[in-house]
């Protein structure tokens, strides 16, 4: 420990007492060495005084003579001689570094405070005068300058002192410091003409506000309102000055309400409002919506919320001219205004007025043409062609410019590109109203000839619908047709035409040629519509009985023969001619009843079509469906027959060919079936299921074999898509045991 090093540490043991960080921050403190100080030293008389002052003198000497640009030991040399009472010393030291750097801000400060400390007050005073003299600019020696004189009760002197300040002509905040000063003493007409000659070097809107609140602060109100009108004669009334003035209109307005003088202030908020753009002016608007809601009237309030909402919406579609759905919002805004004003009964000029800025707002939207060609950039833009031609109809009257307007949108889309059936339809459905058929007509045609599309032959032949000519909407059906054969939809539409018109053996050969068609959308729909026409309208059974042998010959789908069998053994109207004949219409309809045997043939065929294709699925439906119409129709043993030929889901083990182990599947297992492929264990597992069927009579329990689940729609639906059946715990410990390939679900 004696060199200063660590000591070694032997042993690293725990020590028996432990010590907190608390003792090893105070003890560190205290070994801490403290720091050298310089010995004190005690002049004891004259001879020592007069050594010491000489010594620091050669110190101060020798440093300024090295650093002769320093002012900083300038100022310490000075301030120890001002500090030992030599102030001429002190003076002459001052003087030499003023000959070194006389613009030196600080130099002067330090100077005059040393005068001020020694109580040497006149001669501060021409030391203030000196640096002023040579540094007119700069703010701060003007300050302490006039803060000395204010100090001393020379208020005179403190005035001629801003006098020479405000000959430089500075900035704002001196001559708000010369005005308070003349506020402090009471001096408010100097401090008024002091506003005045400051408005003549800087003639700002602020500095107007300022001296007119000054005035209204005094209570000289016609003063303050001499003064906003000088300044307002000042600004002219070109669009920029005005712009540049906003600030002394709304001062002018507030003053004015603040005096309840509000008619005053709103003659002052229209008079800038209506020199300013509508984009110049929001904060100004602002201030005059407030002003209104405080003192307006409901219609004036609502004007100025109006002219705001004017200006927020030009300020958006000015930045994003394609934003459809501002210039929505806009023209919704005019035209609610134009029926505000015409329920309030606004005068003739003011509507005409508002109708020519709904006339702007349209056209200048619409002038803003989608980029490109494509369809999904115009679906919001032709809407605004709509509503304007829409506007003109109904609002203004103005048919000719309606029409004009339906025109013009209709030669902007790109037909071969695109087209919008909406904007054809309303055109001509516009031409109907104005009772010009043949024009409306003509554009219809037109446009099928130029771009067909589905959609206009479906208004065209709505048109001609509510006109009643049915000659002509053949026509376009067939027209219709011609361009899709297709199209399953107008197939049917044009048969219930037909039928509409009793017409029902056009009908009959529409729906003939239409599911004749090589190709269909969605034909199930056609042969739907088809099957229905003839039991419902004619009644032939064996018409639709024929129509289901073909359709079955067609598709041969388990939905198709399930709804034939349900038609053979459902009840039919009675045909036609048979309808025709009854006189008495207000009884019940007579009906002929269906064939459950035809019924259950049509399932058995079904069944065994499906089963020939190997579609279990479909089967299982089937059976359902099948089962449904015997608990309805048929008899206990008829429903027994249908549920012994329903499947049961086992489980069947077969090596995959890929990975070369043995995988578990859920299969559907018909009965049927496993009686073809396996005989023998067909006949065993029929007696197994037949002695689980009596025990299971005896104690109450499942008759189905472990292994084995009875086959529902939702183990259906598993089975289909590999899922884990759920089954009994019993079931489970015992499928080993009883795992077999075959299996029947019935007890025969």
């Not at 889309?413 to 001509?428: E, G, R, S, Y």
Request: charged fraction near 35%; charge should be negative.
């Amino acid at each position: 420990m004696q060199d200063g090093r660590a000591p070694r540490i032997r042993n690293r043991a725990p020590a028996a007492v432990q010590i907190t960080a608390e003792q090893l921050l105070r003890e560190a403190q205290e070994r801490q060495e403290s720091t050298f100080r310089a010995p004190k030293q005690r002049v004891e008389d004259f001879e020592e005084l007069h050594e010491y002052r000489g010594r620091k003198r050669k110190e101060f000497e020798e440093r300024v003579r090295r650093t002769r640009g320093s002012i900083k030991e300038w100022t310490q040399y000075a301030n120890w001689e001002a500090s030992q009472n030599e102030f001429d010393r002190s003076r002459s030291i001052f003087e030499r570094a003023l000959d070194v750097d006389p613009r030196s801000v600080q130099l002067w400060l330090s100077y005059t405070e040393m005068e001020l400390k020694s109580r040497n007050v006149q001669h501060a005073r021409n030391l203030f005068d000196r640096a002023v003299t040579l540094l007119p600019r700069i703010d701060q020696l003007w300050y302490k300058y006039v803060y000395l004189e204010e100090l001393l009760q020379n208020v005179p002197g403190a005035r001629q002192v801003f006098e020479r300040w405000m000959q430089w002509e500075p900035d704002d905040k001196a001559w708000q410091a010369y005005i308070k000063m003349e506020e402090r003493y009471s001096e408010l007409d100097r401090a008024s003409v002091l506003y005045e000659r400051w408005i003549a070097v800087r003639p700002d809107p602020r500095v107007w506000v300022k001296w007119a609140k000054f005035e209204e602060e005094r209570g000289k109100l016609d003063k303050a309102r001499e003064v906003f009108q000088t300044a307002l004669q000042f600004f002219g009334d070109e669009e920029e000055q005005v712009e540049k003035a906003q600030a002394v209109f709304n001062a002018f307005a507030k003053m004015e309400t603040r005096l309840k003088e509000y008619e005053r202030a709103r003659v002052i908020y229209k008079f800038a409002l209506s020199r300013l753009p509508r984009s110049k002016s929001a904060n100004l608007y602002a201030a005059y919506t407030k002003f209104e809601k405080q003192h307006g009237t409901r219609s004036i309030v609502e004007s100025t919320v109006l002219g705001k909402r004017r200006i927020q919406y030009e300020d958006e579609v000015s930045h994003d001219g394609r934003n459809y759905d501002i210039w929505f919002d806009y023209v919704r805004l005019e035209e609610d205004a134009l029926r505000t004003l015409r329920e309030e009964g606004g005068t003739k000029e003011e509507e005409n007025a508002a109708l020519e800025r709904v006339r702007d707002v349209y056209e200048r939207a619409v002038a803003h043409v989608p980029p490109g060609q494509e369809k999904r950039h115009w679906r919001r833009y032709i809407f605004l062609w709509l509503d304007y031609a829409l506007f003109e109809e109904i609002e203004t009257k103005d048919y000719d410019r309606a029409r004009q307007v339906y025109r013009t949108a209709l030669n902007l889309v790109p037909h071969k590109q695109f087209t919008f059936a909406k904007v054809w339809i309303m055109a001509a459905r516009y031409e109907v109203r104005q009772l010009d058929l043949m024009a409306a007509r003509k554009m219809l045609g037109t446009a099928i000839g130029m771009c067909p599309k589905e959609a206009l032959f479906k208004g065209y032949i709505q048109l001609e619908m509510d006109l009643r000519e049915f000659d002509r909407v053949r026509t376009l059906y067939e027209k219709y047709l011609e361009y899709d054969p297709t199209n399953s939809a107008a197939w049917i539409k044009y048969a219930e035409l037909e039928t509409a018109l009793e017409d029902f053996t056009r009908a009959e050969a529409i729906f003939e040629l239409g599911v004749s068609q090589q190709s269909l959308s969605m034909p199930e729909i056609l042969w739907k519509a088809y099957i229905d026409f003839e039991v419902d309208e004619q009644g032939d059974r064996e018409k639709t009985r024929s129509l289901y042998e073909r359709l079955v010959s067609v598709s041969g789908h388990h939905k198709v023969w399930i709804s034939y069998a349900e038609f053979e053994g459902s009840s039919i109207p009675l045909p036609r001619a048979l309808r025709e004949e009854e006189e008495d219409e207000d009884a019940e309809p007579r009906v002929v009843a269906g064939d459950a045997e035809l019924a259950r043939q049509v399932f058995g065929r079904g069944y065994k079509d499906l089963k020939s294709k190997g579609l279990k699925a479909e089967r299982v439906a089937v059976l359902e469906a099948w089962k449904v119409f015997e608990q309805v129709h048929g008899s206990e043993s008829d429903v027994a027959k249908v549920q012994g030929m329903m499947p049961i889901v086992g489980r069947k083990q077969h090596v995959d060919e890929e990975t070369g182990q043995a995988v578990e599947d859920w299969e559907l297992l018909f009965a049927d079936d496993e009686r073809e492929a396996n005989p023998r264990s067909f006949k065993f597992m029929q007696m197994a299921h037949a002695w689980k069927q009596s025990q299971a009579k005896k104690s109450g329990e499942t008759a189905v074999l472990s292994g084995f689940t009875p086959a529902t729609s939702s183990t259906l639906a598993s089975a289909q898509n590999g899922d884990d059946v759920q089954m009994d715990e019993p079931a489970e410990q015992e499928q080993e045991d009883s795992r077999s390939d075959v299996a029947s679900s019935d007890g025969e």
